[in-house]
């Protein structure tokens, strides 16, 4: 069976991860903060906060917002959950904006359609790994899901994922990106209940040396740190960062030339960093059948969010989503591919199903 994912762990994660495991450190420690430094080196982001899962990473961005009950938030229903459940903790009020037939991104025109006094936020999602890009909103703050597309930013807080299948895993993890020190610095203290750590590492820890032994906590927060034993799988990950993005681009490249001029519609956009290979098929029970008896896992991957009882459990009139929630599914791609493996599952799709 061709999976459709797989985990990626580079073998020095391994050795890393047990040299931490007998270490003083194993929670959050100083492999934490060099793991914010590469990231930030590599991805030319000034302001990266690491926490324990890219959900993490999205509650974050929202309270940094100070999203609550009454606010109205415009966001996409084709996505993971985990974009969504937050809004509703929050108890706004969660607008549906349309898709875009060819990304399926949010449509940029039909949520300035959807603006009201009351917007408080828009959310876009670089969903499966192509760029949404609603654009410049005055006054109004646009986060980006990228936990599907480490390596894009676009907007004002950018919430990426290191979980299991992502791009480079640290098992679970996530890293939430701003645009200024004044909220990088409350970000940092959210994460950890509050507690301004950088006032207790010089001091290695030690409560009789100049830092006291009590302090005020004047930011609520919570327990979304990473911890060591995480970060030092990211930085692994981090170093094939390159390679992996080059061999998703090789097999993205390979599946477009092999699939065109076939009744096969690519999801694609004008950047793209390849989590999914998903497309558009008519008779959409029948492909992914078809490609199961030669031995190739498919999946949709993403179910709307506004059909589930918690969001309503009823389709939005969204005409472009209603149009082709039917005929959108996935393919392989990843470390775990090989081109070989793509020529195979194009050859049986052009035989059709």
């Keep these: 069976m061709i999976n459709l994912f797989h ?17 003083k450190f194993i929670a959050q420690g100083y492999k ?8 930030s080196k590599r991805f030319r982001q000034n302001y990266c906060v ?8 999205l509650e974050m961005a929202y309270d940094l917002i100070g999203l609550k009950e009454g606010d109205e938030v415009i966001t996409t229903p084709l996505t993971c959950t985990a974009t969504n459940i937050p809004l509703l903790h929050r108890k706004v009020k969660i607008v549906w904006a349309d898709i875009l037939s ?18 408080a936020a828009v959310v876009q999602v670089h969903l499966g790994g192509v760029q949404a890009d609603v654009g410049w909103l005055p006054a109004i703050p646009v986060v980006s899901d990228a936990c599907q597309a480490l390596g ?8 990426c994922s290191f979980q299991a299948i992502k791009h480079i895993t640290t098992g679970d993890g996530g890293m939430l990106v701003v645009r200024n020190e004044d909220e990088y610095k409350k970000a940092k203290l ?8 950088e006032r207790q590492i010089p001091a290695t820890w ?30 692994a990950g981090l170093a094939h960062y390159d390679s992996i993005m080059a061999h998703r681009n090789k097999l993205a490249k390979i599946y477009k030339e092999m699939l065109f ?3 096969v519609q690519v999801v694609d956009g004008t950047n793209n960093t390849w989590w999914l290979f998903t497309v558009l098929v008519e008779k959409r029970d029948d492909f992914a059948r078809m490609l199961y008896d030669w031995g190739v896992e498919t999946n949709i991957v993403q179910r709307r969010n506004d059909v589930y009882t918690i969001f309503g459990g009823k389709k939005a009139d969204l005409p472009v989503l209603n149009s082709i929630e039917d005929k959108y599914i996935s393919l392989p791609i990843g470390m775990h591919v090989k081109e070989d493996d793509v020529a195979h599952i194009c050859k049986k799709i052009r035989k059709g199903w």
Excluded: Q
């Design 50 to 57: 690491s926490v324990n899962s890219g959900t993490s990473a």
């Design 32 to 39: 934490v903060d060099k793991f914010e430094h590469e990231f």
């Design 152 to 159: 894009i930013f676009n907007s004002s807080y950018t919430a």
């Design 190 to 197: 959210m994460r950890w209940f509050g507690i301004d750590r």
């Design 206 to 235: 030690e409560s009789y040396r100049t830092r006291m032994m009590s302090f005020d906590i004047e930011v609520l927060g919570g327990k979304k740190h990473m911890n060591d034993i995480d970060a030092v799988m990211g930085l």
């Design 261 to 263: 001029e076939t009744n």
């Design 102 to 119: 060819d990304t399926l991104c949010i449509d940029p025109e039909d949520v300035l359609k959807k603006i009201t006094t009351k917007t």
């Design 7 to 23: 985990p990626y762990v580079p073998e020095e994660a391994i050795s890393e991860v047990v040299a931490t495991l007998r270490t």
